[in-house]
């Protein structure tokens, strides 16, 4: 039998799935990879125009995205694009993971609405910024000691 708060939660559910994908509603209530690193590789944190905030964080391993996690203080879509850039992140060698855009984001997320698009654009932007860091500290190490994260 199920309860009333599973009755409630698939309703939910059948209300995002007008809207939404099942992997974005799938990321967006189940997220991969979230909270801080220590000893990050390569960090960013972006404030998109909308006024929400995403950070990620880069362990990289011969020169591959050995790890990579988000946080963010924005909507469920944001969160849905923070995961799956990080997914998508990991595994990948430096310049291809730099390579990862909006469209990358949209796609492996089987699309969002067109107002949601903004939060795509964000996690892609975050991660690379998070490249640009790593490949900064790579070439300038002692920086590593002025950072805050
Ligand atoms: Fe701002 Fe989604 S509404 S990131």
Not at 25 to 41: E, L, T, Y
Not at 82 to 109: F, H, M, P, W, Y
Request: glycine residues 8%; charged residues 25%; hydrophobic residues 35%.
């Amino acid at each position: 039998m199920t309860s009333s708060w599973e009755q409630f939660e698939e309703l939910i559910k059948a209300e995002m799935r007008k809207v939404y994908s099942e992997t974005a509603i799938d990321h967006s209530m189940n997220p991969r990879n979230v909270g801080d690193m220590k000893d990050a590789d390569g960090f960013a944190k972006v404030t998109g125009p909308c006024g929400d905030t995403m950070e990620i964080w880069l362990k990289v391993k011969n020169g591959t995205v050995a790890n990579a996690t988000f946080m963010t203080d924005g909507c469920g879509t944001s969160i849905a694009a923070g995961s799956i850039v990080t997914e998508l992140a990991k595994g990948k060698s430096i310049s291809e993971a730099r390579r990862i855009n909006q469209q990358d984001v949209l796609s492996a997320l089987g699309g969002l609405p067109e107002e949601s698009e903004h939060c795509a654009l964000l996690a892609a932007n975050t991660l690379r910024g998070a490249i640009r860091d790593y490949l900064a500290m790579k070439k300038e190490p002692w920086k590593r000691a002025y950072r805050k994260h």
